[in-house]
């Protein structure tokens, strides 16, 4: 079975960065897209970033584009997510989710596994 561990996540003044982490295990790393949502209370799950199984393709929600990286290490069946000019805006727990196809999207649905999530807090 997936499992998926995020670490990372953190309080962080406004114009701060956090890098998030997201060990993926029970299968193989390399044959499952990966991708980042976030959740801030009381607002429904939103996509943030994929990226495919080699890395040579990613995709990004405008709402965090030119501020967020996502990246692999297949080597460390690790993915991670490097935040940028965090806003009091940003705060919310962030999931990871591994999907079976080559290239994940922006549906939630379409993801095979999930991790409990980290916090990330920013401050003003």
């Known amino acids: 079975q997936v499992q998926l561990v995020e670490s990372g996540g953190g309080s962080v003044q406004a114009g701060g960065s956090l890098r998030l982490s997201c060990v993926f295990s029970?299968?193989?790393?390399?044959?499952?897209?990966m991708g980042w949502f976030r959740q801030a209370p009381g607002k429904e799950r939103e996509f943030l970033a994929a990226?495919?199984?080699?890395?040579?393709?990613?995709y990004y929600a405008d709402s965090v584009k030119g501020r967020f990286t996502i990246s692999r290490d297949n080597a460390k069946n690790t993915v991670s997510l490097q935040m940028d000019s965090l806003t009091p805006g940003d705060t919310a727990v962030y999931y990871c989710?591994?999907?079976?196809?080559?290239?994940?999207?922006?549906?939630?649905?379409?993801?095979?596994?999930w991790g409990q999530g980290t916090q990330v807090t920013v401050s003003s």
């Open positions: 989710g591994a999907d079976m196809g080559y290239m994940a999207g922006s549906d939630y649905d379409e993801y095979d596994y």
């Open positions: 029970g299968r193989t790393f390399s044959s499952y897209a």
């Open positions: 990226i495919s199984w080699t890395a040579d393709r990613t």
